[in-house]
């Protein structure tokens, strides 16, 4: 809610600084921290990425952080208590980092499955896409530290992410794409990142959506702070209501900013609103006021900040509402804190089929066969700006191997290698050629070669090496045994006058030119130069890697390995089939790589990487009850899906992964999750795949009818419906009750009864849409308006109270610049998933005809 004395002692503030000092406000002063200004008693804050985990204000391995299930495995707990407590966890990380501002939630949308950050996005649907941010915002919030809403607004593929213009139509932006970040206002959330690209011709950055609705109709009190690099002028971005500039300092602001108020091109009103609302942030995070201001500071709230989300749904009866206490999750409680994440890997874990496969039965174990590369390299988190170096993990193979413990023999196969390029080197592999340690020397080198420091690092990939005057070459040595013969193949990163030596030998010499402009590509994954060279096992060898600092070329620098493949892929196979028959029970873990899955690029296909879906059809083929595990971050195609014993997904679960599926697998914790997202077959039965633009322009041709909505308009059945996931018992649907008429301007209750009919106390998600039969609007077929979790002992009947808001009956009028509700007959639908809702009642709206929203209030529903 507006802080009237609040906004007075600002404006107070604000009158002291000169049109200079004020502009030197609105842009970075360094990479991840703003500027201070002790005239006012405003400290610099710090930002960092944020959506599975707080990484800092540097890239350093040595620097750790707790890392989270990725967001798509947030969006399939469907457990707003579960996300508010994770993003409690962030702000507990935040604090102990220094860290003020959390850049995260990501809530853009699962557009098409081939977006390339599809993992760090929640869901297909912006209804279940805003009630999951709301909950990380208001645990981030609660905590004293900042949250951001990004990337605003339609910014759901990667294909030339800096310039595309997506073209969408006004109703599909109102009621699909804006409609996430809206609910993310009304939660309170204090920063919203414009996004790189452009939205019907206007670059986000200097776009009118930053005044309306953003800032005019929904009341957002916070600061629009860029994409990093993304603000690429000075006028436009400073009149549409953009207010920090990132990263800094140098920008298009700062001294040009400061010519244009003169020149009467930015009216000077427009800096004091940008100025008030940093100061307003800071005094939220603790960073204004000290000695200065009365009560308490850094207490963060403002908009909406006590507000709830809209349309939660609660349990009736004995069995209560689902979930659990809140933990704290502080860092003065590690134990805590992976208990948390243990719990949400858990819970996002979804279970696609199951014919009586899971859970595996300890008791009769004597021997598990645990197949797949992914079952020693679980991908914890999707690659790109939002990485962080995890505290610790466990492999699903070793937190197998400790859940049986000893009585149980666990043999693992890799099967065929996956042909991944080149990976960082890491402790395992390297030793540091100075000291002996595992791990790497790195050394900054002047002109000359003279040494101006060294230090000894944990990984080859050394992204912001430090600086120091004089500073002229990055150099990472190493020193590696092989262990086995074989073509090894190495590879140095990064842009300029780079070489790689082995020994006496040059495996890489050149100069490479920086192409791009992405910031992803330049700081976090620049590309990769290789060279080959036949080594023999147990004879050691140093290798170099160098590269000469140039301006505007960045710094990352990387050295990584690539060991000969360990067997050809008809053996490799032939061996994960012995381990197969000769087991009791059988685990095949899958998934994608960094290459097929990860910010920076859209994926080219569904398909896994590699000869993983010949491996999984060979294992079926000869053990039709092994449990297939799914290891990636959005859809893949499973060719063999309808064959497997078991289907389960992990999503990227964070570093507790691997202990997590040990509880899924073993029955001790049931799988939570129900999917975010519908997947396909085959890519081809998708019906909305397009991600690169045309001559620039990425058309949203599908209005309304994305994931769930476009397979229903489509009239084709994916393989697993939005929503679905099985647990470890069985539901009936028995009845629903809902009032048959409706004014359309309060909150209607659907109760919903539900009975566990299996062996074993449950949790369902118990999921009520809405659709209106011959409506006078393009509507979807239905849409998703409110969900309730239950739990059930044996036999015990519930019921879920679901609240529908009154924007469940909503649609946006491009004409009337507004919300209108249309009177008639609809339907509300209750079941397990988009595509299997046996309940069913009608309900009819009364009232004029297009009533506009004027009572309604701003719904996440």
């Given at each position: 809610m507006p802080d009237p004395e609040l906004d007075a002692r600002l404006d107070l503030l604000l009158g002291t600084l000169s049109l200079d000092r004020k502009v030197a406000l609105l842009s970075g002063a360094s990479t991840w921290s703003t500027a201070d200004e002790p005239a006012v008693g405003l400290r610099a804050f710090t930002l960092s990425d944020g959506p599975v985990g707080v990484r800092g204000d540097s890239w350093d391995e040595r620097s750790t952080s707790l890392l989270l299930p990725c967001p798509t495995a947030v969006g399939?707990?469907?457990?707003?208590?579960?996300?508010?407590?994770?993003?409690?966890?962030?702000?507990?990380?935040?604090?102990?980092?220094?860290?003020?501002?959390v850049l995260a939630p990501n809530l853009n949308l699962h557009r098409s499955p081939l977006g390339?950050?599809?993992?760090?996005?929640?869901?297909?649907?912006?209804?279940?896409?805003?009630?999951?941010?709301?909950?990380?915002i208001r645990g981030v919030q609660s905590g004293g530290v900042a949250a951001t809403a990004?990337?605003?607004?339609?910014?759901?593929?990667?294909?030339?992410?800096?310039?595309?213009?997506?073209?969408?139509?006004?109703?599909?932006?109102?009621?699909?794409?804006?409609?996430?970040?809206?609910?993310?206002?009304?939660?309170?959330?204090?920063?919203?990142?414009?996004?790189?690209?452009?939205?019907?011709?206007?670059?986000?950055?200097?776009?009118?959506?930053?005044?309306d609705p953003l800032k005019s109709v929904w009341g957002f009190d916070g600061v629009v702070v860029s994409d990093w690099g993304a603000l690429r002028s000075t006028v436009g971005p400073a009149v549409a209501g953009h207010d920090l500039a990132m990263p800094g300092p140098d920008g298009p602001w700062g001294a040009a900013l400061v010519r244009a108020v003169k020149e009467g091109l930015v009216p000077e009103s427009a800096i004091d609103d940008k100025v008030r609302r940093v100061l307003r942030l800071g005094y939220r995070v603790g960073a204004l006021g000290v000695g200065s201001w009365d009560g308490d500071v850094g207490v963060v709230g403002g908009s909406g900040g006590a507000a709830t989300a809209t349309g939660m749904g609660a349990a009736e009866g004995s069995a209560g509402a689902a979930g659990t206490a809140p933990v704290e999750c502080g860092e003065a409680e590690p134990g805590g804190a992976r208990a948390t994440l243990r719990q949400a890997a858990a819970a996002g874990m979804v279970l696609l089929r199951n014919s009586g496969v899971l859970p595996l039965s300890s008791g009769a174990l004597r021997t598990l066969a645990v197949i797949g590369a992914h079952a020693v390299d679980l991908r914890t988190q999707g690659g790109g700006s939002a990485e962080v170096f995890p505290t610790a993990t466990v492999s699903p193979l070793d937190a197998l191997r400790a859940a049986l413990g000893p009585g149980v023999r666990v043999v693992h196969a890799p099967g065929p290698a996956l042909g991944s390029p080149p990976a960082p080197l890491t402790p395992a592999r390297a030793r540091d050629p100075r000291s002996g340690e595992p791990g790497v020397l790195v050394r900054l080198l002047d002109a000359s070669g003279r040494e101006l420091y060294a230090e000894h690092r944990l990984s080859g990939r050394i992204l912001e090496p430090r600086l120091v005057p004089g500073g002229h070459t990055v150099e990472i040595a190493a020193r590696l045994t092989p262990d086995r013969d074989g073509e090894w193949t190495f590879g140095v990163a990064g842009f300029g006058r780079m070489s790689l030596r082995l020994d006496e030998r040059t495996l890489v010499e050149g100069e490479f030119t920086r192409d791009t402009d992405d910031p992803a590509v330049v700081h976090v994954h620049p590309p990769r130069h290789d060279g080959t060279i036949t080594l023999g096992a147990g004879r050691a060898v140093t290798v170099v890697a160098?590269?000469?600092?140039?301006?505007?070329?960045?710094?990352?620098?990387?050295?990584?390995?690539?060991?000969?493949?360990?067997?050809?892929?008809?053996?490799?196979?032939?061996?994960?089939?012995?381990?197969?028959?000769?087991?009791?029970?059988?685990?095949?873990?899958?998934?994608?790589?960094?290459?097929?899955?990860?910010?920076?690029?859209?994926?080219?296909?569904?398909?896994?990487?590699?000869?993983?879906?010949?491996?999984?059809?060979?294992?079926?083929?000869?053990?039709?009850?092994?449990?297939?595990?799914?290891?990636?971050?959005g859809p893949v195609e499973m060719p063999w899906h309808e064959d497997a014993g078991a289907l389960l997904l992990t999503w990227f679960p964070g570093q507790e992964g691997g202990p997590a599926l040990a509880d899924v697998?073993?029955?001790?914790?049931?799988?939570?999750?129900?999917?975010?997202?519908?997947?396909?077959?085959?890519?081809?039965?998708?019906?909305?795949?397009?991600?690169?633009?045309?001559?620039?322009?990425?058309?949203?041709?599908?209005?309304?009818?994305?994931?769930?909505?476009?397979?229903?308009?489509?009239?084709?059945?994916?393989?697993?419906?939005?929503?679905?996931?099985?647990?470890?018992?069985?539901?009936?649907?028995?009845?629903?009750?809902?009032?048959?008429?409706?004014?359309?301007?309060?909150p209607v209750a659907v109760r919903v009864r539900v009975r566990n009919i299996g062996r074993r106390t449950g949790r369902e998600v118990v999921q009520v849409y809405a659709a209106r039969p011959d409506s006078a609007v393009d509507?979807?077929?239905?849409?998703?308006?409110?969900?309730?979790?239950?739990?059930?002992?044996?036999?015990?009947?519930?019921?879920?109270?679901?609240?529908?808001?009154?924007?469940?009956?909503?649609?946006?009028?491009?004409?009337e610049r507004t919300r209108l509700t249309e009177?008639?007959?609809?339907?509300?639908?209750?079941?397990?998933?988009?595509?299997?809702?046996?309940?069913?009642?009608?309900?009819?709206l009364v009232g004029h005809p297009f009533l506009p929203e004027a009572t309604t209030g701003r719904g996440t529903g």
């Open positions: 399939a707990m469907w457990n707003d208590d579960l996300a508010g407590r994770l993003g409690r966890l962030l702000a507990s990380e935040a604090r102990r980092k220094g860290v003020h501002v390339g950050r599809h993992f760090e996005c929640f869901a297909e649907d912006p209804w279940l896409t805003g009630r999951t941010g709301a909950a990380v990004k990337h605003y607004v339609a910014n759901d593929s990667e294909s030339e992410r800096l310039t595309v213009d997506v073209h969408v139509g006004e109703r599909a932006l109102h009621e699909v794409y804006l409609a996430p970040f809206e609910a993310a206002v009304e939660a309170g959330v204090q920063l919203v990142m414009a996004a790189y690209n452009k939205v019907n011709g206007a670059t986000m950055t200097a776009h009118p959506l930053l005044g160098r590269r000469a600092l140039a301006p505007d070329t960045g710094r990352a620098t990387v050295l990584s390995v690539s060991p000969p493949a360990p067997a050809d892929p008809a053996t490799a196979t032939e061996e994960a089939l012995a381990a197969a028959r000769g087991a009791d029970a059988v685990v095949v873990v899958v998934g994608t790589t960094e290459q097929s899955e990860s910010e920076g690029h859209d994926r080219e296909s569904l398909r896994l990487p590699g000869h993983q879906d010949t491996l999984v059809q060979a294992v079926l083929a000869e053990r039709p009850d092994a449990v297939v595990v799914v290891n990636a971050g697998l073993l029955g001790r914790t049931e799988p939570g999750g129900r999917s975010p997202t519908t997947w396909a077959a085959t890519l081809a039965d998708a019906p909305v795949r397009t991600v690169r633009p045309t001559r620039g322009v990425l058309a949203y041709d599908e209005g309304l009818h994305i994931g769930y909505r476009a397979w229903l308009r489509s009239r084709t059945r994916p393989a697993y419906w939005f929503g679905h996931g099985l647990g470890y018992t069985s539901w009936s649907y028995e009845t629903i009750d809902v009032a048959g008429q409706i004014t359309g301007d309060q509507r979807p077929a239905r849409w998703l308006a409110g969900y309730a979790e239950v739990t059930a002992a044996p036999g015990e009947a519930v019921t879920a109270v679901v609240p529908l808001a009154p924007r469940t009956w909503q649609h946006w009028s491009p004409a009177p008639g007959t609809f339907e509300v639908r209750a079941g397990r998933s988009a595509g299997d809702l046996p309940l069913v009642r009608r309900v009819t």
